[in-house]
């Protein structure tokens, strides 16, 4: 039993009650088989829309037709596998993204992520709204959410759902520069931080959460936990769910994980433009060596792809890694390939993933629980040193304000004690002139003597 769930996550009024997204890799290794499985355990599972008409017999006569008859099937496919919550991922960089995102407004998909270019323009938002489907876009920087984010308020008065923050660990291909794939300043811990702080703004302007989740590199229940302490909402995972028995790839591109080793993992050119993540072989590094293994464009499925100077179709590439046909092409993988042990069921993987976080949250409680306990030992012992000081300082002052007020009386009584001797020297003069005066006014001067005696007893009474 679980006693320290991960959070759900929240996209609009979908609750996903395991927050994993389960990245969307194309050309057929995410269809409804492994995005069902994924659903079933409660987090979003995602189906690839690139080239996902190869794995229909007429892709090469009309590749457009393919993709969109595919994706409609598998969303088909995966609704009749469970009542989860299904996404789709539709590249913005397809020359049919828009024909693509008709089907997934059609098919009610429940979740459309776009990534490989940033979704602002010609995006049908009403028809996406009115269809219920959650729109997340995928990002690598917060530069990039701020201009999605700034067009749609301004374009179409609306935001987003939430977004995929997509970090260089990740595979297949990346949106950074090879030599931004090792910058501090482009990891997840750095980005993901700055994105939750740009999408605040327009959280609070629409009143509603705008989730941000994390992607690339995130491999065990430790890693989420730590995405999820930074401030992130939910993870999205590849990697780890290509070696599952659900993912719908042949066993052999499953075991090319279980079999590669760190050193195994390159980043290479891809015929589109953009650097990859993936395992090395001897297609690639012919490719590399340049000879070309092309004979023709399958489908014009990206206008960035120069087919008469590319070393090879990328695209069949993938799709014969699909099949198992690595020697006619490669598997894209993330960073942590590397540490797949084996091939097990969805509902493993996430239940250990579960654990693991588990583990990280009792981890840190059992942390902070052993800090707080000293904190407040050493606190209570500096406090208890801070009172016998206090009370001593106390106990001086009081000493002192006693011995400063017995001195200012001393002080007062001997001031009086002169102003009375004052008053009687005074007092005598007053008498002596008194009896000048007696033979000239006797009457007034016995009236005066008379005052005068009585002041002398009044001042002779004062005690001193």
Same mark, same amino acid.
């Given at each position: 039993?679980?006693?320290?769930? !991960?959070?759900?996550?929240?996209?609009?009024?979908?609750?996903?009650?395991?927050?994993?997204?389960?990245?969307? !890799? $194309?050309?057929?290794?995410?269809?409804?088989?492994?995005?069902?499985?994924?659903?079933?355990?409660?987090?979003?599972?995602?189906?690839?829309?690139?080239?996902?008409?190869?794995?229909?017999? &007429?892709?090469? =006569?009309?590749?457009? =037709?393919?993709?969109?008859?595919?994706?409609?099937?598998?969303?088909?496919?995966?609704?009749?596998?469970?009542?989860?919550?299904?996404?789709?991922?539709?590249?913005?960089?397809?020359?049919?993204?828009?024909? #693509?995102?008709?089907?997934?407004?059609?098919?009610?998909?429940?979740?459309?992520? !776009?990534?490989?270019?940033?979704?602002? %323009?010609?995006?049908?938002?009403?028809?996406?709204?009115?269809? $219920?489907?959650?729109?997340?876009?995928?990002?690598?920087?917060?530069?990039?959410?701020?201009?999605?984010?700034?067009?749609?308020?301004?374009?179409? $008065?609306?935001v987003p759902d939430g977004l995929v923050v997509e970090g260089p660990l990740a595979g297949g291909h990346l949106g950074f520069a090879p030599e931004k794939l090792t910058d501090p300043a482009c990891q997840l811990e750095a980005v993901v931080p700055q994105v939750v702080e740009a999408v605040a703004p327009y959280a609070e302007k629409y009143g509603r959460s705008i989730p941000v989740i994390a992607g690339g590199g995130v491999y065990t229940g430790q890693d989420i936990h730590k995405l999820l302490s930074l401030g992130a909402?939910?993870?999205?995972?590849?990697?780890?769910?290509?070696? @599952?028995?659900?993912? &719908?790839?042949?066993?052999?591109?499953?075991?090319?994980?279980?079999?590669? %080793?760190?050193?195994?993992?390159?980043?290479?050119?891809?015929?589109?433009?953009?650097?990859?993540?993936?395992?090395?072989?001897?297609?690639?590094?012919?490719?590399?060596?340049?000879? %070309?293994?092309?004979?023709?464009?399958?489908?014009?499925? #990206?206008?960035?792809? &120069?087919?008469?100077?590319?070393?090879?179709?990328?695209?069949?590439?993938?799709?014969?890694?699909?099949?198992?046909?690595?020697?006619?092409?490669?598997?894209?993988?993330?960073?942590?390939?590397?540490?797949?042990?084996?091939?097990?069921?969805?509902?493993?993987?996430?239940?250990?993933?579960?654990?693991?976080?588990?583990?990280?949250?009792?981890?840190?409680?059992?942390?902070?629980?052993?800090?707080? #306990?000293?904190?407040?030992?050493?606190?209570?012992?500096?406090?208890?040193?801070?009172? @016998?000081?206090?009370?001593?300082?106390?106990?001086?002052?009081?000493?002192?304000?006693?011995?400063?007020?017995?001195?200012?009386?001393?002080?007062?009584?001997?001031?009086?004690?002169? %102003?009375?001797?004052? #008053?009687?020297?005074?007092?005598?003069?007053?008498?002596?002139?008194?009896?000048?005066?007696?033979?000239?006014?006797?009457?007034?001067?016995?009236?005066?003597?008379?005052?005068?005696?009585?002041?002398?007893?009044?001042?002779?009474?004062?005690?001193?």
């Open positions: 039993m679980i006693f320290f769930p !991960m959070p759900p996550l929240h996209l609009g009024d979908l609750e996903i009650k395991t927050p994993i997204v389960q990245g969307g !890799m $194309g050309v057929g290794i995410s269809l409804s088989g492994l995005a069902s499985a994924v659903a079933n355990e409660g987090g979003v599972g995602v189906i690839a829309a690139n080239a996902i008409g190869m794995i229909e017999p &007429d892709y090469y =006569q009309n590749g457009l =037709q393919a993709n969109c008859r595919a994706l409609r099937s598998e969303i088909a496919k995966a609704r009749a596998r469970t009542s989860g919550v299904i996404g789709v991922n539709v590249m913005v960089a397809l020359n049919d993204f828009p024909h #693509l995102m008709r089907v997934v407004v059609e098919e009610k998909a429940d979740v459309v992520f !776009m990534g490989a270019g940033l979704p602002i %323009r010609n995006i049908p938002v009403a028809e996406l709204r009115r269809a $219920g489907v959650k729109v997340v876009p995928i990002v690598s920087s917060r530069r990039a959410a701020d201009l999605i984010f700034k067009y749609w308020d301004k374009s179409y $008065g609306d909402a939910g993870v999205q995972m590849a990697t780890r769910f290509v070696a @599952t028995d659900e993912c &719908d790839a042949d066993r052999r591109f499953k075991e090319a994980y279980v079999n590669c %080793r760190a050193e195994d993992i390159v980043i290479i050119k891809s015929p589109v433009g953009m650097p990859g993540r993936a395992i090395g072989n001897r297609f690639l590094a012919n490719a590399a060596a340049g000879i %070309r293994n092309v004979k023709r464009c399958a489908w014009k499925c #990206l206008e960035s792809c &120069d087919i008469a100077h590319a070393d090879y179709c990328i695209s069949v590439a993938l799709d014969n890694a699909r099949q198992g046909k690595l020697d006619g092409g490669f598997a894209f993988c993330g960073a942590n390939a590397y540490r797949v042990e084996k091939i097990v069921p969805v509902h493993e993987l996430v239940h250990g993933l579960r654990v693991e976080y588990e583990s990280a949250v009792v981890r840190e409680f059992t942390q902070l629980r052993d800090e707080y #306990l000293k904190t407040m030992e050493s606190g209570f012992r500096n406090l208890c040193g801070e009172f @016998t000081q206090t009370a001593a300082r106390m106990r001086l002052l009081r000493d002192e304000y006693l011995e400063r007020k017995v001195v200012s009386l001393r002080e007062e009584s001997e001031r009086m004690r002169a %102003r009375l001797a004052e #008053l009687r020297q005074e007092g005598n003069a007053w008498i002596e002139r008194l009896n000048q005066l007696k033979g000239r006014f006797p009457e007034k001067v016995r009236e005066l003597q008379a005052f005068a005696q009585e002041l002398q007893r009044d001042l002779l009474a004062v005690p001193v």
